[in-house]
């Protein structure tokens, strides 16, 4: 048989032509629809410098090797076939989002929105967070929700009035945290009448899905996971010392109590770029907070809620679903056998079915506190709900034992709020919270008729007065809170200081929605000089933001004032109290 042998040549002019052919196919295909470069460059157009800090205005040029126009948007709105088109650098003179894209010969969008924030002439000691939305999404009459718009829109709540966003966050050091898409709504009841509004956060894939975040946003120490946040403004004491909320939390968190303060953490806001002010990042109580803190089973929680109502049913519990409205029935059953009688409460029946030393500890506070916006409002239980749930996790973990525990949040108004002056701050500290059981439906106002929880309520008072909520350590704490945000306070005076509400009519012309006529002909540095940033100058609400520096200055000493005067008054109270309760009963 004879053989043949290949020659090396045509070898060679074989793989020529195999490696010829398939580098024409992709070019052709770069030279038809950037395919290639579309999909395989994380960042189809090249910006610099990149965003970051800078002290002084910049020239940033964008650049890309696929064909078609580069769009940018500086507003916060996604760049389309309707955006600026790149021609020469863009001056950058005041703190923005930069989004660009580019878009073929006929207007067709070829690639994802890239975002990049350039931060001018802007230093903080705090983190910031950096969130950009189409601003229709906050402003337009139909879709805004910032606004009162055609529908009360900012009093609206639920999936209908989430908008989809993008968030990022910078340390101190302004190193970038983390970049994540979101769902923002508006957050809280009272809170939406302000100028100044609050925010809830939801984690979100790029198509809405949810997701859960990563990062140590509380610290170490702190639950690292998070599907949803808060971004609270000063809520009832925006006017005063801005703190009372976070100062409840900090200072439940020292006193080693098994009951759930949300973490907190000052934060500066940019929203599209425009300085919105000083927040406070706080944990959610969802399930994903229990399934980190807890390892709980999302279907075995029951999270019940009180909500605001003066009527009949004041004080008890609601559920949202079917399964809720039975947990909701188990919790308002415990009120209703305290409740039976003043003075037959049984501490052993209450305890089987509650946490008592939580109880405990959540009324002591609240009372402490002097909440004025509770028990019929700001109230939440939870319990495991161990007739579902693998006996040994329960076993694991003392809180998964199925009794019912409290959830403790929203104390803007309490530790004497806006008292004005010295003598007032101390008049309230001095005021007793044991008249609130003139209320008989008061919530768990029999248990202090019980000589066994009087004990353990003075034992533990006792305790705490001299640790955690002594005179010291509450102004010591408060003195570090103030110290966080003091460096912040100026700029969040100039931004909000005394405004008040009224849903302006013009915000919408104000939030610089028209990018083509605000930008000029030209559409270049003429966008990034326009004053028409400035949405709420006429925004009044039920609660303005303090004043000035020096009102804030003075508010953080009468709350210090309010500290220093309660723990012996609120001590006396409590004898009191028990010393004529138990008079009653001999």
Not at 237 to 245: E, G, K, L, T, V
Not at 475 to 492: H, K
Not at 501 to 509: F, M, T, Y
């Amino acid at each position: 048989m004879q053989l043949y042998r290949v020659s090396p040549i045509s070898q060679n002019s074989r793989l020529f032509g195999l490696v010829f052919g398939v580098l024409l196919l992709v070019v052709l295909a770069f030279w038809q629809s950037n395919f290639l470069l579309r999909n395989l460059l994380s960042e189809p157009v090249a910006i610099s410098p990149r965003g970051y800090f800078f002290k002084e205005p910049i020239s940033v040029s964008l650049s890309s090797p696929i064909n078609g126009d580069i769009r940018y948007t500086l507003d916060g709105s996604s760049p389309g076939s309707d955006s600026l088109i790149y021609r020469e650098p863009v001056e950058i003179n005041k703190t923005v989002v930069l989004q660009t894209t580019i878009t073929d010969q006929n207007g067709q969008v070829l690639t994802k929105p890239q975002r990049q924030d350039f931060f001018i002439g802007t230093e903080h000691t705090l983190p910031i967070i950096s969130i950009n939305l189409p601003p229709a999404s906050l402003w337009d009459p139909e879709i805004g929700i910032y606004i009162e718009g055609n529908n009360n829109n900012h009093r609206q709540s639920g999936d209908k009035w989430e908008r989809p966003a993008m968030m990022r966050w910078y340390e101190p050091d302004q190193k970038i945290g983390f970049e994540h898409t979101i769902g923002l709504r508006l957050h809280g009841n009272a809170m939406r009448g302000m100028a100044q509004k609050s925010f809830r956060i939801y984690i979100q894939d790029e198509n809405g899905r949810e997701e859960k975040l990563t990062y140590p946003i509380f610290g170490e120490e702190g639950n690292r996971q998070h599907s949803s946040l808060i971004l609270r403004n000063g809520g009832g004491d925006a006017q005063n010392a801005f703190m009372r909320d976070r100062l409840a939390a900090e200072l439940v968190e020292q006193s080693d109590s098994t009951l759930d303060a949300q973490a907190a953490r000052p934060v500066v806001l940019y929203l599209n770029g425009e300085y919105w002010g000083l927040y406070y990042v706080r944990e959610r109580f969802d399930e994903t907070y229990f399934e980190e803190k807890y390892r709980v089973d999302p279907e075995a929680l029951a999270v019940v809620d009180i909500p605001l109502d003066n009527g009949v049913n004041r004080g008890r519990a609601v559920g949202d679903t079917k399964q809720m409205e039975g947990e909701a029935a188990l919790y308002n059953r415990l009120l209703s056998d305290i409740r039976a009688c003043t003075h037959c409460a049984s501490y052993s029946h209450v305890n089987s079915l509650s946490d008592i030393n939580n109880l405990l500890d959540y009324l002591l506070f609240e009372f402490f506190f002097a909440n004025i916006d509770w028990p019929y409002n700001n109230t939440k239980a939870w319990r495991y709900r161990t007739e579902i749930a693998a006996p040994v996790e329960s076993q694991m973990v003392p809180e998964l034992d199925g009794r019912w525990r409290w959830l403790l949040f929203d104390l803007d108004v309490s530790m004497g709020g806006s008292n004005d002056s010295t003598e007032r701050m101390i008049k309230s500290a001095n005021g007793n919270p044991f008249t609130n059981f003139e209320d008989h439906e008061f919530p768990f106002r029999n248990l202090f008729f019980n000589r066994t929880f009087q004990k353990q309520w003075t034992e533990r008072l006792a305790e705490l007065t001299q640790t955690t909520l002594s005179g010291d350590n509450m102004t010591a704490t408060v003195d570090r809170l103030a110290e966080e945000i003091r460096p912040e306070m100026p700029r969040q005076v100039e931004r909000w200081g005394g405004v008040k509400a009224s849903e302006s009519a013009d915000l919408a012309s104000q939030a610089g929605m028209d990018q083509e006529s605000a930008a000029g002909q030209n559409g270049q540095s003429e966008l990034v000089d326009q004053e028409a940033l400035s949405h709420l100058g006429s925004y009044s609400a039920p609660v303005p933001s303090v004043a000035s520096v020096e009102e804030w200055e003075r508010r953080v000493e009468l709350l210090k004032d309010y500290l220093r005067a309660r723990p012996a008054a609120f001590t006396q109270h409590s004898q009191d109290f028990f010393t004529q309760a138990n008079t009653v009963t001999q």
